[in-house]
């Protein structure tokens, strides 16, 4: 069965840090990656997605991820972060097998500090 | 352009009582999607509606049933309402179902039960 697991619930670092979110996955076949950002009280805001082709996939605040098929990860970076990053973030996977449901992880929480 | 919006944003109800929620897709959207989302996790799959039909369902008990109108809006109904349906309920739409169609989520319904 499928499962994504996001391996830190929390990520404290200060502004202009680099910070890596990690996020794996397991799927026995060929896997749709998708990263969503869910600020205070809002809903749901797709960040970056990989479907095919180029492994890096960047969005434009920034933020990117490389699909890595070896190790079965989607692990998303930014060199430098903002307060304004500060946000819950999600990793989702769907496939042939899941059909057209998003599976999510359980999410980080990044917390950026001055 | 609207984006997906939901109604009520907050809602209280007893245990054992039954609750609507109501969502308008995006516009140029035909398939909505309904997702869980318990304090502190990810959003959990609960169903997706595409041409007024149920096409797909997660792993939840018949007590949650929806409905899609001609004009895509959809309901999401819940029954006999337990505890532990308390949550955020978010409607995420999509323009054509397609696998690897971005879905776009509204801010989502509150749900609390007492």
């Known amino acids: 069965a499928q499962s994504v697991t996001q391996l830190d619930s929390q990520v404290p670092v200060f502004e202009e840090a680099p910070v890596e979110l990690r996020c794996n996955y397991s799927s026995s076949v060929s896997v749709y990656l998708f990263w969503y950002v869910q600020y205070p009280n809002q809903g749901l805001q797709l960040l970056l997605k990989y479907l095919s082709g180029s492994t890096l996939v960047e969005s434009i605040n920034g933020f990117e991820a490389e699909f890595n098929k070896s190790q079965t990860s989607f692990h998303l970076r930014k060199p430098s972060v903002h307060i304004s990053d500060t946000a819950e973030y999600f990793c989702?996977?769907?496939?042939?097998?899941?059909?057209?449901?998003?599976?999510f992880g359980k999410g980080t929480s990044l917390l950026v500090t001055p | 352009d609207a984006g997906v919006t939901q109604s009520p944003t907050h809602l209280i109800k007893t245990r054992g009582q039954q609750v609507t929620l109501r969502c308008s897709p995006k516009?140029?959207?035909?398939?909505v999607s309904w997702y869980q989302q318990a304090l502190g996790q990810g959003p959990q799959f609960i169903f997706q509606?595409?041409?007024?039909?149920?096409?797909q369902r997660g792993n939840f008990p018949d007590r949650f049933s929806g409905h899609q109108f001609p004009n895509y809006s959809s309901e999401l109904n819940v029954n006999a309402l337990l505890l532990g349906d308390s949550a955020l309920y978010l409607c995420?739409?999509?323009?054509?179902?397609?696998?690897?169609?971005?879905?776009?989520f509204g801010p989502g319904t509150r749900l609390t039960v007492l």
């Open positions: 509606y595409y041409e007024e039909e149920e096409r």
């Open positions: 989702a996977v769907s496939d042939w097998n899941s059909g057209y449901a998003l599976n």
């Open positions: 516009s140029g959207h035909d398939t």
């Open positions: 995420a739409s999509s323009p054509s179902g397609q696998l690897t169609d971005t879905q776009y």
